[in-house]
């Protein structure tokens, strides 16, 4: 797989628990999404194109208009570490162009499964700066 078909299958991930917490394409027409701040992929293995694909996410943080995930991306039948991403997203209000609050009712579904994932470990790569060691 390459780079993009890679952050192809994050987003669709993403996208997934997006809809499970009630942000869908429905809501969306209503003038709200959210929005890639930044991402981190980093490439462990290679998957070839066919290969069953297992994909975990966690909620590492959020606030009212930011959330913090984390994902990990495994061969479904080694269960062999591929790659994983860590993903910064800002809620926006699309017609405004601007960032603006979750609403109440999405910020207690986030929170709830926050609470949840906080008995996780947080990945070591969690957080870490790009950069070429010297």
Do not use: K, W
């Not at 027409?29 to 066919?50: M, P, Q």
């Not at 966690?58 to 991306?73: G, I, K, N, S």
């Not at 109440?104 to 950069?131: C, E, K, N, T």
């Amino acid at each position: 797989m390459s780079e993009s078909c890679y952050l192809l299958v994050f987003g669709d991930n993403s996208d997934a628990f997006f809809r499970y917490l009630g942000i869908d394409e429905q809501y969306r027409e209503g003038g709200h999404s959210l929005y890639t701040v930044e991402t981190h992929i980093h490439n462990r293995r290679e998957a070839v194109e066919g290969e069953p694909l297992t994909l975990s996410l966690q909620v590492l943080d959020h606030d009212t208009r930011r959330v913090h995930l984390f994902h990990e991306m495994r061969h479904g039948q080694t269960d062999v570490l591929l790659a994983t991403a860590e993903h910064l997203l800002v809620h926006v209000d699309i017609d405004r162009g601007r960032s603006s609050d979750l609403p109440h009712h999405l910020q207690h579904r986030l929170a709830a499964i926050h609470r949840s994932h906080a008995a996780l470990p947080v990945p070591d790569v969690v957080g870490r700066p790009m950069g070429i060691r010297r």
